[in-house]
């Protein structure tokens, strides 16, 4: 499966009152075309979402917050899994989209072949269900998104995906209307 | 000395209700402050300054306010979060920035140079600063805070030795 796909299946499930934080490239892409609008689409600031995410699920303690990044997001912002991990704020879902690469910048080669994402995970202390496979039967696939989304604790989501990524037009909306966006939100 | 709970009372009053960063010892009464005003201002220890800068920039896009701790050494990781995240993003934060590196710091060589372009620094990224002192740091603060809303980005309060 294809981390396009996962996206697509989550749109498919969601109440449409989740926030969507969501990581620069493809990423935040694929979350614009597949996904209810407006989310918080990340331009830049790679290794960041975690962070930004767990700000928000903090000020919003009412609403869902999903995260959804990649892995090489997912690297550079290792320590913020810590951070999260002690605020462990319980509107607050992760889903790690791996594929491998930094599929956005040409497809080179991440680290992340050598993680085992459930004893990371055990390791920070984040409840995490059980990953998502390349293989995993599309009725799989569904449960554990579900088992996530509904989760009454912090929760992360590692998936192992296929790279392929569709070919997308540009976000049309400037990152201040991204914001002005979310403050329509907040009142 | 500003009196750090004061300093902390204040802040939340302007309508801070969250603070993340990481620490310097220049801000270590405040940072033992935070236990006493956790019923205003939730802190959240971040593991490196451009993690607090991200959750503040979660919190803003919440609609809430928080300010960022950090020693100037911070501030020099932080120019992506800046330029790509909160700035662009037009999210108001405050950053409360220790200037290390300066006189008291002469046996500190590791803060030497960041001293010296802690300014210039701030001036090349566009970030508007202001050094706090102790007196009228209400009025500079204010100054800062009126520039924050006004145009929607961070800025800075550079903190010398023996401040806060
Ligand atoms: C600080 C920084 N370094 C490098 C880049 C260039 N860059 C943009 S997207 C990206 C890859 C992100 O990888 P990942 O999170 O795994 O997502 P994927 O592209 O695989 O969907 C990189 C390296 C950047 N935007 N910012």
Redesign the interface.
């Known amino acids: 499966m294809y981390g396009f796909e996962i996206i697509q299946e989550l749109a498919s499930v969601l109440s449409g009152n989740e926030v969507i934080?969501s990581s620069n490239g493809n990423i935040s892409r694929q979350v614009y075309h597949y996904c209810p609008q407006p989310q918080?689409y990340?331009?830049?600031?790679?290794?960041?979402?975690?962070?930004?995410?767990?700000?928000?699920?903090?000020?919003?303690p009412e609403t869902q917050i999903l995260i959804i990044l990649g892995d090489g997001n997912l690297l550079m912002?290792l320590?913020?899994l810590?951070?999260t991990s002690?605020?462990r704020p319980s509107n607050l879902k992760i889903l790690i989209l791996d594929n491998g690469v930094y599929a956005t910048t040409g497809l080179q080669n991440t680290t992340s072949g050598t993680l085992n994402y459930p004893a990371l995970l055990d390791g920070f202390g984040l409840s995490n269900i059980v990953p998502i496979l390349r293989n995993d039967s599309i009725e799989d696939i569904k449960d554990k998104i579900q088992i996530w989304l509904h989760s009454p604790e912090l929760s992360v989501l590692p998936a192992l995906v296929d790279a392929k990524a569709p070919t997308l037009s540009n976000i049309p909306l400037h990152?201040?209307e991204?914001?002005a966006l979310?403050?329509g939100s907040?009142? | 000395m500003i009196n750090p709970a004061e300093f902390l009372d204040f802040l939340g009053e302007k309508g801070f209700s969250?603070a993340?960063g990481v620490p310097c010892s220049y801000f270590s009464r405040m940072i033992n402050e935070f236990e006493t005003h956790q019923e205003s201002i939730?802190y959240?220890?971040?593991?490196?300054e451009?993690?607090?800068?991200?959750?503040?920039?979660?919190?803003?896009?919440?609609?809430?306010r928080?300010f960022v701790i950090m020693q100037n050494s911070g501030y020099a990781t932080i120019g992506?979060?800046l330029?790509?995240?909160a700035q662009?993003?037009?999210?108001p934060m405050l950053l409360v920035i220790s200037w290390r590196g300066l006189e008291p710091d002469r046996d500190f060589p590791e803060h030497s140079l960041m001293g010296d372009v802690t300014e210039d620094t701030l001036r090349g990224y566009q970030v508007p600063y202001w050094e706090l002192t102790d007196e009228g740091w209400q009025q500079t603060i204010e100054l800062a805070l009126t520039k924050m809303e006004e145009s929607s980005r961070p800025v800075a309060l550079l903190v010398k030795q023996g401040v806060l």
Do not use: C, H, W
């Open positions: 934080v918080i990340l331009r830049g600031s790679m290794g960041l979402p975690v962070s930004v995410g767990l700000g928000l699920a903090l000020a919003r912002g320590g913020s810590s951070t002690y605020v990152p201040e991204i914001s979310q403050r907040n009142d | 969250f993340s939730t959240i220890p971040a593991t490196r451009d993690e607090a800068v991200g959750i503040a920039s979660g919190v803003a896009f919440g609609g809430s928080a992506d979060a330029t790509s995240l662009l993003y037009k999210l």
